[in-house]
């Protein structure tokens, strides 16, 4: 069972949707026992920076989920990637997760911002489960990038500056912009994330 982890902050009515279409059984919820028992823990997010981290520590799931990334397939959603990394500038310096090292920083272009719309995505070498993807476009809206060390990105995409697009840190994975509007290619990285984490059981599949 997949745990959408619900704190008031995400679109997670349309991720639900997304994995219930790959088959998998879905909850949302903030309850510690329920996380626990899933297989796989998704921390999708809409909003700032500064807000969600807030709304993770009053529901007390801070430690909690950073406990949770030590067990378990991890997976960042659009905001949710950004609050994976060390610390946030969105309102003022605000710290993340910190289970990817790195900042998360206005993304420094001469494009438009926010950054919304249809985008190709360049994959990083070693990550041949991703090739297929190569120049495959998908939807982003944001105005802030994660800043990280190259071995963590898996993709970026161009948008007058490399922006990491998915990335990566032992079975915590990010994916910047939104699979569950980005049709069959979204749909298709969410069941590629499973299956590059399916070492974990998921006996409720």
Known sequence: MIAIVDYGMGNVASVSMAFKRLGYEVILTDDQEQ???ASHIVLPGV?????AMEEIEDR?????LREMAREKPFLGICLGMQLLFSDGYEGGKTEGLNLIPGSVKKIET???LPHIGWNGL?????YDAF???EE?????VHSFQAKTEEKYVVASSDYGTEVPAIVKKDNVYGIQFHPEKSGEVGVNLLKTF??????????SH
């Open 131 to 133: 090739l297929p993807y």
């Open 136 to 140: 495959k476009h998908v939807y982003f």
């Open 194 to 203: 499973l299956q590059e984490v399916a070492y974990v059981s998921h006996s």
């Open 110 to 112: 001469e494009y438009l």
């Open 47 to 51: 909003g700032s920076f500064q807000a």
């Open 35 to 37: 996380l626990r028992a």
């Open 60 to 64: 007390g799931l801070l430690d909690f």
């Open 122 to 126: 360049q994959i990083k070498p070693g």
